[in-house]
Nanobody, 119 residues
Framework: QVQLVESGGGLVQAGGSLRLSCATS????????MGWYRQALGKERELVAS???????DYSDSVKGRVPISRDNAKNTVYLQMNSLNPEDSAVYYC?????????????WGQGTQVTVSS
């Protein structure tokens, strides 16, 4: 079984920073794309950023330039450095990974980590 475990969420004041981490463990051959999504109260889950195994990143317009995504392939871990946070960034943040095992890719999700930005 594959598990994704997020860490780094919490409460921060507007203008502050947080760094989210998501480590993938379990039985698999490789990981393709990894990404971060968020879901605010009463809203749908939305993509924040994603990154391929080669390091190509993609961002939503709402966070572009503020929250660089990175990954350490040796550690099977993806990071989200969140800067210049504002209250609209408050949400549960989920990571996901496209994991290759048994001749196919499957998408796995973490359990989510809460980010709250106070004004």
């Amino acid at each position: 079984q594959v598990q994704l475990v997020e860490s780094g969420g919490g409460l921060v004041q507007a203008g502050g920073s947080l760094r989210l981490s998501c480590a993938t463990s379990g039985r698999f051959i490789s990981i393709n794309a990894m990404g971060w999504y968020r879901q605010a109260l009463g809203k749908e889950r939305e993509l924040v950023a994603s990154i391929t195994s080669g390091g190509t990143a993609d961002y939503s317009d709402s966070v572009k330039g503020r929250v660089p995504i990175s990954r350490d392939n040796a550690k099977n871990t993806v990071y989200l450095q969140m800067n210049s946070l504002n209250p609209e960034d408050s949400a549960v943040y989920y990571c996901n990974a496209d994991v290759y095992y048994s001749s196919r890719y499957r998408t796995y999700w973490g359990q989510g980590t809460q980010v709250t930005v106070s004004s």
